[in-house]
């Protein structure tokens, strides 16, 4: 069975850091593109980051572009993400989800598989 | 930054009913487009991609269409099951979601 799995949510201060990580199975991890989403309360999906299959090539949305960093170790099947510089606003459930065979160019396949996500929390 | 638009942001229809919930792209992402549907307190669940692929699982009554800019996600026969918030998503470049449609069932 495929399947992905968050850990490493909790509380943070604001400017504190924390990671992400996530753990895949039931796939050929280094074959799929993946990606980070994330849902504030009360708000829509946010996509957050993705990262190629090889893990050369990473992708932001621009609300964390220099604060967070996506990261793979495809020998461990696990996906990271590195939260820096965290603030109020970062405050959101974060889902690990399974993306395409290709990149973030031009893709017909969709995220078709997602984590039960973790909870950060930013507050002093 | 490609930016998607859906209407309307929320609805509320009867069991049985046929909904219509639309999604506009600030530029043309031909059928790079998939739709979600997102339950409180589970993992968002993907419906449609490729703007009219049915994903596999999912009930027929889900149908999708358009390319370009303009989309369309359409329910069929509501069920009590089917109340959600549904998302569009633009896999043309980067990734982009909509901002969500609640669906109410009465």
């Known amino acids: 069975e495929v399947q992905v799995l968050e850990s490493g949510g909790g509380l943070a201060q604001p400017g504190g850091s924390l990671r992400l990580s996530c753990a895949a199975s039931g796939f050929t991890f280094s074959n799929y593109a993946m990606s980070w989403v994330r849902q504030a309360g009360g708000k829509g999906l946010e996509w957050v980051s993705g990262v190629t299959g090889s893990g050369r090539s990473t992708y932001y949305a621009d609300s964390v572009k220099g604060r967070f960093t996506i990261s793979r170790d495809n020998s461990k099947n696990t996906l990271y993400l590195q939260m820096n510089s965290l603030r109020v606003e970062d405050t959101a459930v974060y889902y690990c989800?399974?993306?395409?065979?290709?990149?973030?160019?031009?893709?017909?396949?969709?995220?078709?598989?997602w984590g039960p996500g973790a909870l950060v929390t930013v507050s002093s | 930054d490609i930016q998607m638009t859906q209407s309307p942001s929320s609805l509320s229809a009867s069991v049985g009913d046929r909904v219509t919930i639309t999604c506009r792209a600030s530029q043309s992402i031909n059928i790079y487009l998939n739709w979600y549907q997102h339950k409180a307190g589970k993992a968002p669940k993907v419906l449609i991609y490729?703007?009219?692929k049915l994903q596999s699982g999912v009930p027929s009554r889900f149908s999708g269409s358009g390319s370009g800019t303009d989309f369309t996600l359409t329910i069929n026969s509501l069920q009590p099951e089917d109340s959600a918030i549904y998302y569009c998503?633009?896999?043309?470049?980067?990734?982009?979601f909509g901002q969500g449609t609640k669906v109410e069932v009465k």
């Open positions: 998503q633009q896999s043309y470049n980067m990734r982009t």
């Open positions: 490729a703007a009219s």
């Open positions: 989800a399974k993306d395409n065979e290709g990149g973030f160019y031009g893709s017909g396949s969709p995220l078709d598989t």
